[in-house]
């Protein structure tokens, strides 16, 4: 199985002013394979945003190679293909949505690469489907709350058909409902459609149902791995200005008095199950377990 984004010992540096180089990137490697939900996080300043405009092409290394499927991005004549293989969604739906009604909004991308009209339809309709967002194809976007702004803008990306959606702080500007619509939605595209997502997010609670955290510092990156192998270790997330899950830092507390938990719990749910095992009840099965 080949990767779909293979980032190869990438650098990257941009001009901070008084000819000096600023180094954003230093030396990354990492690959991001068919399917998988990659969560990338780390402070302001930390390279995971510039990170995310590598993979199709809107920077370019200045050491270093980043592939698509084996497209070159610093090979010019394949960065069209590149960006349908590889799209990008970003914090700001507004600055996304260029239409004046949901459904001609999704269709902007399919038209653009000259797809035939029945078949934007069809893309309209199931990219619509897949976000929850079936009903509103008439609705003006400016009326939409913030998260459906969003799932219009990543149904948008979803109508041209991508193998990645890379995902640039998405629910950064949206309400604690709208971050849960759209982490839904992102998660079922991966393990559904089986479309790969790379999302970069400072939410912790987010990350944690991620298949892969990759964690930024400075330019590289400084731990990856499970989100239970990487937020089981607060202490170095902590040396990294990163916050832990709720969830976690309460499960450190138990610990720390006493209570023997079997692991480290990520989410509400798992939390709970441990410690109904705890007091002999057995695990509790919640229903946002299907979330």
């Not at 990767?3 to 490697?29: F, M, T």
């Not at 702080?169 to 595209?189: C, I, K, Q, S, Y």
């Not at 970069?200 to 990350?207: G, S």
């Not at 239970?228 to 997330?237: G, H, K």
């Amino acid at each position: 199985m080949k990767p779909v984004v293979h980032v190869e010992n990438v650098s990257y540096a941009y001009d901070g002013g008084n000819q000096e180089q600023v180094e954003a990137l230093l030396d990354v490697s990492l690959k991001i394979w068919p399917g998988e939900f990659v969560a990338v996080i780390g402070h302001n300043g930390s390279g995971k945003s510039t990170l995310a405009k590598h993979m199709n092409a809107l920077l370019v290394p200045t050491r270093g190679n980043v592939y698509v499927f084996e497209m070159n991005t610093q090979d010019e004549s394949w960065v069209w293909e590149i960006r349908q293989t590889v799209g990008m969604v970003f914090q700001n739906p507004d600055n996304q949505i260029v239409a004046t009604t949901v459904e001609e909004d999704v269709a902007f991308g399919p038209e653009n690469l000259g797809v035939e009209p029945g078949e934007i339809r069809r893309r309209v309709d199931e990219a619509l489907a897949l976000v929850d967002m079936t009903g509103y194809e008439k609705s003006a976007p400016h009326m939409l709350s913030g998260g459906q702004k969003q799932r219009v803008a990543i149904a948008g990306v979803i109508a041209m058909r991508p193998r990645c959606i890379v995902l640039d702080e998405p629910t950064a500007m949206l309400d604690p409902v709208g971050r849960t619509e759209v982490l839904r939605t992102v998660r079922r595209l991966a393990s559904d459609e089986g479309i790969s997502i790379v999302h970069i997010t400072h939410f912790m609670n987010e990350a944690v149902y991620a298949d892969r955290v990759i964690v930024m510092e400075e330019g590289r990156i400084a731990l990856s791995g499970t989100p239970r192998e990487v937020f089981s270790q607060p202490a170095t997330l902590r040396k990294l200005d990163l916050d832990v899950p709720q969830v976690t830092e309460l499960a450190g507390q138990l610990q720390a008095a006493g209570v023997a938990l079997s692991r480290c719990p990520l989410t509400v749910e798992e939390m709970a199950d441990d410690i109904g095992t705890l007091l002999g009840r057995g695990p509790c099965r919640s229903e946002l377990h299907s979330h």
